[in-house]
């Protein structure tokens, strides 16, 4: 019983390793990308427009 408690505690103490931070970091910069490529097509619609 003993090592339980033990095995246990020093699971709590260990350092946490974060599961979704590369997936998180993936979606962000794809989330940038579309924004960005949003943006540049807003534009060329802007200058088309205006243009002709």
């Given at each position: 019983?003993?090592?339980t408690?033990?095995?246990?505690?020093?699971?709590?103490?260990?350092?946490?390793?974060?599961?979704?931070?590369?997936?998180?970091?993936?979606?962000?910069?794809?989330?940038?990308?579309?924004?960005?490529?949003?943006?540049?097509?807003?534009?060329?619609?802007?200058?088309?427009?205006?243009?002709?």
């Amino acid at each position: 019983m003993d090592a339980t408690f033990d095995d246990l505690a020093r699971a709590l103490q260990a350092p946490r390793k974060e599961a979704w931070g590369k997936t998180r970091i993936i979606a962000l910069d794809l989330l940038g990308k579309l924004f960005t490529g949003l943006v540049i097509g807003i534009g060329f619609a802007i200058v088309r427009a205006i243009a002709g």
